[in-house]
């Protein structure tokens, strides 16, 4: 184990070498590493999968003194400390899975100054019995990890983040603080200064992964879509997300009874339990994790290859970190966006549900009320928008990206398109003989002749327009499509209504009017499908990497891979003749290797 200061001996270049297997840092990492290490207090905006740990990990190995972070999530710490120690590094985390054995030798570690990391929640940091062991310490860096808890802007406020400056105010030396995050606005940037009282350099990554396909499909039958998919492709890593522990139970028992290994998590499941689930994901024994948005911040795994998320999240925000979670190794990967009307009733039930949070004033629950529903009105447009969906995303976290990215359902050939002309002049006449008293669904089941409790209360079933249009799908097609051109507009509150906007009546001049239906096409079966030999040995390797619980780059280096791939080697023997493969990685990948170079070769 590491007892002596890095930085006196290593630069941050072989660090990252000797410690990580990388030569080259991504992104904004080198910068936010000079920072941290030039003294500065420092904010990260960096995209899930951008390399947040290693980013303070690097400077906590080379700086003298302990790093403390502070996470809100269990399995992040846990995974984290897993990973530090498997490369020497003595790290611990002190949590409510942590048992009595484990956390006195944790505390042994810390008082004779041998622990380089350890992880806390805030909770336990704000602990007396806690905070007077640590303020006896040489903390030199605190990182604030998932930092936008502190901001009520933020899309996962938590009230205790709050109290993390009362903790360092007590330190007689002041660390440095490191703050990350995956999504922070310049609101919850200003929220994050503010409630630690620093000054900090800021850094922002590129929030664009263009190697991953998005995708956002209205979907009737959503567990059919599924199971379809897995179908196909139950041979790579996905994570399907939903909105509800019911939701997750239901899902992963509908899976299970279709013959297919799937894993579950979500947050009031047992810890041993969740701990079991987690890692037989992690470990390859299942490929499909059914999960709420508690699991995955953290998770040291990189070949997961589809996101799905099977519900509407509740933000853009959660959104992107849920996608982030795709293909962190920077290959290619699938995220679809699955969305229905009744996914609005979910969210406005957990925007309802604020009005119970009794740490906040009236005032404040109204105001975070509103931003939340905000924050689902973007979550909306990005379902139903026609426009590049990388473009939105991007554009959404305040940066540029002007053209199409050729690898979305919108800038590729997803849909065909249809003259409805004569059933959007229908639509609009029902809203407006009707005033904009109703919203999307009711709209939509008296145009398609539906009858409910509704419907006969305002004795829509004798209307004009009832039953006009056969198709409640194609109606709803239609009203998004509306809703797009700004021909509608979809009013603000906890019971949104559709109503007219000032240019509805041009419709009435047009002779056309196209709107999009999606398609069946193949593009997701392409991209979740390895094609070229340099991309069939990283699948092998990184399996084995998977299934063997070792690093990737101990396993195999993609430099090896590649020249693998240029060489062909049709035997072992011309196998050794390759930079990398020696007589052990002959002995444990050798036939395989060559199996799959020569299966190659047949097509």
Not at 126 to 152: A, F, G, R, T, W
Request: aromatic fraction near 10%; charge should be neutral.
């Amino acid at each position: 184990m590491l007892h002596y200061i890095l930085g006196d001996i290593m630069n941050k270049y072989d660090v990252l070498k000797e410690y990580y297997g990388y030569d080259d840092f991504r992104g904004i990492q080198e910068e936010c590493i000079d920072s941290i290490l030039e003294g500065n207090d420092t904010i990260c905006v960096m995209a899930t999968g951008g390399g947040k740990s290693v980013t303070f990990q690097i400077p906590g190995l080379m700086l003298d003194g302990l790093t403390l972070v502070i996470s809100p999530l269990i399995s992040l710490m846990n995974d984290q400390v897993l990973n530090l120690k498997k490369i020497k590094v003595c790290a611990g985390t002190i949590n409510s899975n942590t048992d009595e054995y484990e956390e006195s030798n944790v505390i042994k570690d810390l008082k004779a100054e041998k622990l380089k990391f350890l992880y806390l929640s805030p909770e336990r940091l704000l602990n007396p019995k806690y905070e007077k062991l640590l303020l006896e310490c040489n903390i030199s860096q605190l990182v604030l990890d998932e930092s936008h808890c502190l901001s009520q802007w933020g899309h996962d406020f938590r009230p205790s983040y709050f109290k993390i400056i009362d903790f360092i105010k007590k330190i007689a030396k002041k660390p440095i603080i490191s703050c990350f995050t995956a999504t922070a606005d310049d609101l919850v940037i200003k929220d994050i200064k503010e409630a630690l009282n620093i000054n900090p350099k800021i850094f922002k990554s590129s929030f664009d992964r263009p190697m991953l396909y998005y995708e956002t499909i209205r979907c009737k039958d959503k567990k059919m879509f599924i199971f379809d998919f897995i179908a196909k492709h139950n041979d790579v890593a996905g994570i399907i997300y939903t909105l509800t522990r019911k939701n997750t139970e239901h899902l992963y028992q509908f899976i299970k009874e279709k013959g297919f290994k799937v894993s579950m998590y979500h947050g009031g499941l047992e810890d041993d339990v969740k701990r079991k689930n987690q890692n037989e994901f992690l470990e390859g024994k299942t490929m499909i994790m059914v999960a709420t948005n508690s699991f995955g911040l953290g998770i040291d795994h990189k070949t997961i290859r589809y996101v799905i998320n099977y519900d509407l999240p509740e933000s853009v925000e959660d959104l992107a970190q849920q996608q982030g979670r795709c293909s962190r190794d920077g290959k290619r990967g699938v995220c679809i966006l699955l969305y229905n009307e009744s996914d609005l009733y979910i969210n406005e039930y957990f925007i309802n549900q604020l009005e119970d949070n009794t740490e906040l004033s009236s005032d404040e629950i109204k105001k975070l009320k509103k931003r939340k529903r905000e924050k689902l009105n973007d979550v909306i447009t990005y379902a139903t928008t026609n426009k590049c969906l990388h473009q939105y995303l991007v554009n959404y976290f305040g940066q540029i990206h002007s053209s199409s990215c050729s690898n979305c359902s919108n800038c590729l050939d997803s849909y065909e398109y249809i003259n409805a002309i004569k059933d959007a002049r229908l639509v609009i006449e029902f809203i407006r003989h009707y005033d904009a008293r109703f919203g999307i669904d009711t709209i939509a089941k008296a145009l398609s002749g539906i009858k409910t409790e509704k419907i006969k209360k305002h004795n829509l079933e004798y209307s004009r327009y009832y039953n006009k249009i056969k198709n409640i799908d194609y109606v709803k097609e239609i009203i998004v499509s509306l809703l797009n051109d700004n021909y509608l507009i979809r009013t603000k509150g906890e019971y949104p209504m559709l109503t007219l906007s000032n240019i509805s009546c041009d419709l009435f001049k047009e002779e056309e009017y196209f709107i999009r239906v999606f398609k069946e096409n193949n593009i997701v079966n392409r991209l979740l499908r390895p094609t070229t030999l340099f991309e069939k040995l990283l699948d092998y390797r990184d399996k084995k990497a998977l299934r063997i619980g070792c690093p990737k780059f101990k396993v195999l280096r993609e430099a090896t891979l590649e020249e693998i791939a240029k060489i062909k080697p049709q035997n072992l023997n011309e196998l050794k003749k390759i930079k990398g493969m020696g007589e052990k990685s002959i002995a444990h990948y050798g036939d395989e290797i060559i199996a799959i170079v020569k299966e190659s070769n047949k097509i």
